[in-house]
């Protein structure tokens, strides 16, 4: 795979993850025209595309659209179950997640990711095992909190 | 505020993204970023040392700010700093904020692999993780640098914890894309392949991804996988759908596995192994037979992870392709897909079908359901699976049914979506030439394109339909015939203008006999046309005119009116006007003898690829395109010309594709063109037969070529001068991508300025030999690549590209050498060069070669310089100051003073003055020890004119002598680039 974006039905991105060395601003090309392109079909199309030189996988849940841009040889629907497992780690670990979670949980969205695909290839297709490592992270996470000394209010509000 | 918010929450970080939701407008937004970056950039130079969790709060407000589209240019040392806590949050969210934003920040670079260092030997898995995929995530060459070595130990350590694993071998695997010569491969290689038996599904799954790619590169050292490969598979597919727990995805087992599994055996050949290839039939016959048991659940995941495991299986049914049965089998289920409700399931058998097409054992059975495909061509609602039908009848294809699809094709193209309509031309073009067994139908086909797409035919498709015409007698009258019917439609497209104006002008004698198509009548058709089309048509349309005359001396009167008419003689277009002119002129004093021979019939054109299937393979790139033109045999038959033999024939097919502005009929000037077989001598072939053989230019080397075609002779500079600083390492970068060229590359172009043969480069392994010749705006040279070894290069590729905006300015086509170069031996590359309009770079070499297992990468510039098209001009002296003065406009001239690198020998000037390609004006400057030159640069677009004068300070000192060089020309570039090239030579 070469990359991932999440992005909403106004064409926001939401997030966006690359496999392979690109620049900022061939990034921003590739995912504008992009986003376009899949806002710009309809419903009951394909969920796949010829693009430039790449075959895009993508599927729509809800307001979100998760897209992967995959090389030639490879498995057009089996990509298309990525983003399923994908969905379902987030909306396990979120509680039926919606575009909100993602947005103010940005970072937790990653880190999942980075559990599931790493490279662009699958790391763990186990769905306990991705939530096992991600929770276990969140277990160091509470750990830390107690540990640490409590913070008057207008800080922690970003007011100082 | 999002519902759930797990872990610990940044309430900070809450706010201000709810602030940033809550702008009404992209003003706001921008005003609260910068609010925001303000505060923090203050926060970071502030005295008061900011606790860690405060840090971690701050980058990833920046992440957030990053994500939403802005740039960052700060933090990224607090976020390197967090990398050291001890704290894992605050460890996560600073290797967060590295993959996301750093690339390759030198300075940065070597902290945070420090930081990476220490949590790879923490022995803490959860932080070796988190490093892990920081390496994979960011991937850089200074990375691999630092850890290529270290992962692969982790990996096939026998204590590494399997989540550690599975990390290790995808980081490596971006490494190795990145770097594979960082990678090594050792002791550790065949221990990875063992992996695929791990007891872990996890580590299976993630190890696959990095074997795959592994064996890809190097199948001989990973050949072990196979067998492996095979074991796991069938122990996958005869499992249970309960038996793998958490791997099994909606009831299919390990579906990712499956695929990666089945995408590796796609490496390599079918198994020798007996016993293991009967194991792996045995796996696809399952497969195949599953698709056809009823689904265990309804929901698409299902039947989505079951079918991509088939399709997987077909793929490398589709590579062994040896198995009848199976592609038989592959081909039917595939059938089945074609009527599938699902519109992604017919996309991917459409798209499967295409390469199940191309085998000999499955064509038949594609071949039968030829109307689905011509159904979904015409009914499917997406443009994307119409394209893959279009692909698929295009690649099913053959005699027996070409001029069914062809016809489907054409009546597609009237609706067909202007995303493809180039691509269907090209495709019908190709299929109605392939399998065109009467040729009326060939040209009825290309006929109706133009009707139909006209805008869509490129220059291509309608030369091609010329060619075949002229090659072919059988069907010239034909051709007249239908286009002057077709031309006799009030609108007709202007390719139609060029193809009727063509044919007509070389056999509109056939048809001239019927009192309907007289010759007054063809001619007053053709120009009711004249005026409502573009330059080069009209320019083509004067071309045909003139034929007429020579076809149809009763029209002669008519068309010399024509021709004498102001709007023509006095066009304000040089062309239009010079054709007018010339072609009145011919036809004026010219015998009827001379002017037969002038204007004969065109000679067949030379055999060559199909100019229309070189541009879809392009389009589409090597490989993408299934049906071929078979042979020699088949192509001659088309091309109607059995073997002409002899070196004219090689010679003549060398030559390039008549350009389209320029003229098809070869009227440039007046002298014959027909069956002027080019002499051996002459290196570059007369197309366009310019003003006789006393043009040979004086820039020419007259050394016959041909004969020359060894070893490059020391015979007219100093060789040895050469690159060859030997003792240096060979440029061995050992990317697949071309290596960037070699920093004296612009020494090497400018040692050639001023001359065209000599040696180009040289290091311990290769010799780089040029010879080359220029005439007008075309250009020929040859590079011999000598093996100074005595071991063969294997895997020898050349490409030549022209980067950027010279792709535009100069046209260049090479052959493909031999892959393999023996030890001592050396071969041959004929370039072909022309030269669209002035041009600044030069073209890029590239060559990569194998030279016992290392990749050799090597880049040169090509030494083609814009002085390489200078065509001497003699004058007087009042005519050179006359022109000088006439061109003293600031931007016209360049000038440059710089101090002599070499003595001011004049022998040596002139020559380096007369290898620049102009002529050197004896007598014209008052001053004896200046020297003047002038030339014409002759590009396709234009020509432009050139003055040069170079004053040296002979009488100085040696090491204080001077040159002041001006250089004077109508065209602002020009000046600046023949200044700056003229002025490294002395």
């Given at each position: 795979m070469q990359f991932m974006l999440l992005f909403?039905?106004?064409?926001?991105?939401?997030?966006?993850?690359?496999?392979?060395?690109?620049?900022?601003?061939?990034?921003?090309?590739?995912?504008?025209?992009?986003?376009?392109?899949?806002?710009a079909r309809k419903p009951k199309m394909c969920s796949f595309l010829e693009w430039r030189d790449l075959k895009i996988v993508y599927k729509r849940y809800a307001s979100l659209y998760f897209c992967c841009a995959v090389e030639d040889q490879d498995n057009e629907l089996i990509t298309l179950e990525i983003i399923h497992r994908y969905v379902e780690l987030l909306d396990k670990y979120f509680g039926s997640v919606c575009e909100l979670d993602i947005i103010f949980n940005f970072e937790k969205a990653y880190f999942i990711l980075d559990e599931f695909l790493l490279g662009g290839e699958a790391q763990e297709t186990s769905k306990k095992n991705v939530l096992k490592a991600i929770e276990q992270a969140d277990l160091l996470q509470e750990d830390a909190k107690e540990a640490e000394a409590p913070r008057s209010v207008l800080e922690e509000i970003g007011l100082t | 505020m999002p519902a759930v918010s797990k872990g610990d929450g940044m309430r900070g970080l809450a706010v201000f993204i709810s602030d940033i939701r809550n702008c009404k407008s992209k003003e706001a937004e921008i005003k609260r970023i910068n609010k925001e970056l303000a505060n923090i950039r203050s926060k970071f130079k502030g005295d008061k040392a900011l606790d860690g969790y405060s840090k971690k709060k701050y980058v990833c407000k920046l992440l957030f700010i990053f994500l939403l589209g802005h740039d960052i240019d700060f933090g990224h040392m607090e976020a390197v700093n967090l990398l050291s806590s001890n704290k894992y949050t605050e460890k996560q969210i600073g290797y967060l904020f590295i993959s996301v934003l750093v690339n390759s920040n030198s300075e940065l670079i070597r902290l945070i692999n420090n930081a990476i260092k220490n949590d790879l030997s923490s022995r803490n898995p959860t932080f070796m993780c988190l490093a892990l995929h920081?390496?994979?995530?960011?991937?850089?060459?200074?990375?691999?640098?630092a850890f290529a070595g270290e992962i692969p130990r982790i990996l096939v350590a026998g204590d590494t914890m399997d989540s550690v694993k599975q990390s290790a071998a995808l980081c490596l695997l971006r490494l190795y894309k990145a770097s594979p010569d960082l990678v090594l491969m050792g002791e550790w290689t065949s221990r990875v392949v063992h992996l695929l038996n791990d007891q872990h599904m996890g580590v299976v799954t993630a190890a696959i991804s990095l074997i795959t790619c592994l064996s890809s590169k190097n199948p001989d050292e990973f050949k072990t996988c196979v067998s492996l490969a095979v074991s796991r598979l069938s122990r996958i597919v005869s499992s249970a759908s309960t038996d793998l727990q958490d791997y099994t995805y909606y009831f299919v087992p390990a579906p990712w596995l499956s695929c990666k599994l089945l995408?590796?055996?796609?490496?390599?050949?079918?198994?020798?192994?007996?016993?293991?290839?009967?194991r792996l039939v045995e796996c696809l016959e399952t497969i195949l037979n599953k698709a056809q048991e009823p689904p265990k659940s309804k929901k698409v995941q299902h039947s989505n992870a079951k079918n991509a495991i088939l399709?997987?299986?077909?793929?490398?049914?589709?590579?062994?392709?040896?198995?009848?049965?199976l592609l038989v089998r592959a081909c039917n289920q595939l059938g089945q897909f074609l009527q599938h409700r699902e519109t992604n399931l017919r996309y991917l058998a459409l798209e499967s079908m295409c390469t199940l097409a191309s085998s000999e054992f499955s064509h038949e059975a594609v071949k039968t359901h030829i109307e689905t495909v011509i159904n979904a061509l015409k009914t499917e609602r997406d443009v994307s699976v119409r394209q893959r039908a279009a692909d698929l009848l295009y690649a099913m294809c053959d005699r027996s049914n070409a001029k069914q699809i062809v016809a489907e094709m054409l009546s597609y193209l009237e609706t067909a979506d202007y995303s493809i309509r180039e691509e269907m031309v090209l495709k019908v073009a190709i299929l109605a030439e392939k399998y065109a067994v009467d040729y009326s139908w060939y040209v009825d086909t290309i006929l109706n394109l133009i009707r139909i797409a006209g805008d869509y035919v490129s220059e291509e498709v309608w030369y091609r339909v010329i060619q075949i015409v002229i090659n072919r007698d059988d069907v010239q009258g034909y051709a007249a015939k239908t286009v002057f019917e077709a031309l006799q439609a009030p609108a007709c497209h202007e390719n139609m203008v060029k193809v009727g104006g063509y044919i007509l002008g070389e056999f509109g004698n056939l048809i001239a006999g019927d009192p309907r198509s007289s010759p007054l009548v063809q001619f007053n058709l053709l120009h009711s046309k004249f005026h409502l089309c573009s330059v080069p048509t009209r320019a083509l349309l004067l071309s045909a005119y003139i034929k007429f005359i020579n076809l149809f001396p009763e029209t002669k009167a008519t068309i010399q009116e024509v021709l004498r008419s102001d709007s023509q003689i006095r066009n304000s277009d040089v062309e239009l006007q010079q054709r007018a002119v010339e072609y009145l002129k011919l036809s004026s004093i010219a015998s009827t003898d001379v002017l037969a021979t002038v204007l004969e019939e065109m000679p067949p054109f030379p055999e060559r690829e199909s100019s229309i299937l070189a541009k879809l393979k392009k389009k589409k790139g090597p490989g993408a395109v299934s049906v071929e033109l078979e042979d020699g045999k088949e192509r001659g038959e088309l091309n109607g010309g059995g073997d002409r033999g002899g070196d004219a024939a090689i010679a003549a097919s060398n030559a390039s594709t008549p350009s389209p502005s320029a003229d098809l009929l070869g009227l440039r000037s007046a002298a014959p063109v027909s069956g002027a077989a080019p002499s051996a001598g002459s290196l570059l072939v007369d197309v366009f037969s310019e003003a006789g053989p006393a043009a040979t230019s004086a820039g020419v080397n007259d050394d016959g070529f041909l004969s020359a075609l060894h070893a490059p002779e020391a015979s007219d500079s100093p060789l040895v001068e050469g690159p060859g600083d030997s003792d240096s390492a060979p440029p061995t970068a050992a990317s697949e991508d071309p290596a960037p060229p070699l920093p004296e590359s612009d020494e090497l172009l400018n040692k050639f300025v001023c001359k065209n043969n000599g040696v180009l480069f040289e290091n311990q392994l290769l010799q780089i030999g040029i010879k080359s010749e220029y005439r007008q705006n075309l250009g020929r040279m040859y590079l011999f690549y000598g093996n100074k070894t005595s071991v063969q290069f294997v895997s020898f590729n050349t490409t030549v590209s022209c980067p950027g905006e010279l792709q535009s300015q100069l046209n260049v086509q090479t052959k493909t050498v031999e892959p393999l170069v023996e030890g001592g031996a050396q071969v041959q590359q004929v370039i072909n060069i022309e030269c669209l309009t002035d041009f600044i770079d030069a073209p890029l070499l590239n060559i990569k070669f194998r030279y016992g297992g290392a990749l050799q990468n090597i880049s040169l510039k090509l030494p083609v310089t814009i002085n390489k098209f200078f065509q001497p001009t003699e004058m007087a002296a009042a005519d050179f100051f006359?022109?000088?003065?006439?061109?003293?406009?600031?931007?016209q001239e360049a000038q440059k003073i710089f101090k002599a690198s070499h003595g001011m020998d004049t022998e040596v000037l002139k020559a380096k003055l007369l290898g620049l390609g102009t002529a050197l004006l004896e007598n014209v400057d008052p001053n004896p020890e200046n020297y003047v030159c002038a030339g014409v640069i002759q590009t396709k677009a234009q020509q432009v004119g050139c003055l040069l004068r170079l004053e040296p300070n002979a009488q100085a000192q040696p090491g204080e002598q001077m040159y002041r060089l001006t250089l004077r020309s109508s065209k602002d570039t020009v000046s600046q680039r023949v200044c700056d090239l003229l002025a490294e030579q002395f």
């Open positions: 909403s039905r106004q064409g926001k991105l939401r997030l966006q993850k690359w496999y392979v060395p690109l620049s900022d601003k061939e990034r921003k090309k590739i995912s504008r025209d992009l986003v376009q392109t899949i806002l | 920081c390496i994979a995530n960011v991937g850089s060459r200074e990375m691999a640098e995408r590796l055996l796609q490496c390599y050949p079918p198994p020798e192994d007996g016993a293991v290839k009967g399709f997987e299986a077909i793929s490398l049914i589709i590579h062994y392709d040896s198995e009848p049965n006359q022109r000088w003065k006439q061109l003293s406009q600031p931007q």
